[in-house]
């Protein structure tokens, strides 16, 4: 991958073809420059509909496509299918896990972020996280396999565990999660089980600051909480996890029985804004300056949740809309800087248009600030995020299927990718199963959802 010979054109390396990536490799799509595009995964994934892979609406196939098929007609633009393992920022090299190494000229990096369990990394096995496809086949996995364990207990021996799942984090993604689970139990298998009813499925949040979706409005979080409830969810706030163990989740001394745990409370940034040698903030993220470059290195370009990057003393947050302004904007100032006028660019500012989160069938909430101000909850937001999610999906077959989907899944009541593959086993599972025990003639409840006699917090 050296160069060869003194003549060529200045190359660009990206790091990463999330938002940002994307974003700046189309921008520099027309530029007289050579683009390589460097990612551990060969495809781009639409991380705002992640949630709904991992409970079962939609498929892997509708939210992600390969990276190539994205690019193919930038014809300036090749793609490597690696992953980048040092930094060399005086030679401008860039060293590859395959042993290759990269010139540059120009390097950008948006290789986003990963969960942060704050210093307990052995939750990881416990309470999976929600970032890639795989985290989301696996979270779909241990949620079904929860109903699919307790209709064969339920039949074997006459009682189960209670159905009760643990969200973490109370977050946007905590919110869609809990949510979800809802919906999934008490409107989309209520016909499918014999032996067990699903709507009697428990979801709980637990959210270790005062309120739910910290960033919105105090009115919307209000709404959001509202909505939760009126779908099931309990919300429990200022409540600090200090364990998570295969069947329980601790929150101080209190034990709550989980069968499925699930990890929404924490991110870190990618391990690669350490390794660059620069300044990072206690999550692993590169401080920049006004025009997205780390102190000192006006050729390195970082992106989306790796960069710390403030605006009106307060930290852009690391959502698919900025990533997707900072790349934008840093293949327009390589053109300049190409050019000579890199001194005419004014700072990077990001257009803030507004949030929005979904919670369950018909009900999300929404602060939108362009194209003009307003807060709404309930249908409208929900109508909302769908419209939008749907115009900012990559390829038209894309946006084809996941609407054709939602359409199946809204008027029929039935989701359509319950597939469980992999392990048949739940963290936990065989110690909850024991506590409940067998149904005897005369035991007086027969219900799925018996309590355990011991003191722990049934949700």
């Not at 390589?36 to 995964?41: G, I, N, P, Y």
């Not at 009115?219 to 200090?242: C, P």
């Not at 605006?311 to 904007?329: E, H, L, R, S, T």
């Not at 005419?344 to 929404?366: L, S």
């Amino acid at each position: 991958m050296a160069e060869q010979g003194t003549s060529r054109r200045p190359r660009v390396v990206i790091v990463g073809a999330g938002f940002g990536g994307i974003n700046a490799a189309a921008g520099l799509a027309k530029l007289p420059v050579d683009v390589t595009v460097v990612d551990r995964k060969n495809h781009h994934t639409f991380q705002p509909l992640l949630y709904q892979v991992a409970l079962a609406v939609l498929s892997p196939g509708d939210i992600a496509q390969p990276i190539r098929s994205i690019l193919r007609e930038n014809t300036n633009t090749e793609v490597i299918m690696d992953e980048v393992t040092g930094f060399d920022t005086v030679e401008r090299h860039i060293m590859l896990k395959s042993g290759a190494v990269l010139i540059y000229d120009y390097l950008i990096l948006a290789t986003g972020s990963t969960h942060s369990y704050f210093g307990k990394d052995e939750w990881a096995k416990l309470a999976p996280g929600l970032k890639t496809i795989e985290d989301a086949t696996e979270i779909r996995r241990r949620v079904l396999l929860a109903f699919e364990l307790a209709e064969r207990q339920k039949l074997e021996s006459g009682s189960h565990p209670p159905l009760n799942f643990v969200i973490v984090g109370g977050g946007p993604t905590g919110v869609e999660l809990a949510g979800s689970i809802s919906d999934i139990a008490k409107l989309y298998m209520t016909k499918d089980f014999r032996h067990i009813d699903p709507g009697t499925a428990q979801v709980l949040i637990l959210e270790g600051s005062p309120n739910i979706l910290g960033a919105y409005p105090e009115d919307l979080q209000k709404k959001a909480v509202e909505q939760l409830n009126a779908l099931g969810v309990r919300v429990r706030t200022g409540a600090h996890v200090s364990d998570i163990q295969p069947g329980y989740v601790m929150v101080g001394d209190e034990r709550v029985e989980s069968v499925c745990t699930l990890w929404a409370a924490g991110v870190q940034a990618s391990p690669l804004g350490k390794i660059l040698g620069v300044e990072t903030d206690r999550r692993g993220s590169v401080m920049v300056d006004d025009h997205l470059h780390p102190a000192g290195h006006p050729e390195i370009f970082v992106l989306g949740d790796l960069a710390h990057f403030e605006q009106d003393g307060k930290q852009v947050p690391g959502v698919a809309q900025p990533a997707m302004q900072m790349g934008a904007y840093a293949a327009k100032r390589i053109g300049l800087l190409l050019k000579g006028k890199g001194d005419t660019q004014k700072p990077f500012r990001y257009f803030d248009k507004g949030d929005m989160a979904t919670i369950g069938r018909k009900a999300a909430v929404a602060r939108i600030v362009w194209p003009f101000h307003a807060h709404w909850s309930g249908f409208m937001a929900w109508l909302t995020w769908l419209v939008v999610h749907i115009f900012f999906l990559i390829g038209f077959r894309n946006r084809l299927s996941v609407f054709r989907q939602w359409a199946y899944t809204y008027v029929q009541f039935q989701d359509g990718v319950r597939l469980i593959v992999g392990s048949q086993e739940l963290p936990g599972w065989d110690k909850l199963a024991a506590s409940v025990g067998p149904i005897t003639s005369g035991d007086p409840q027969p219900e799925t959802q018996r309590a355990d006699s011991s003191t722990t917090t049934v949700v």
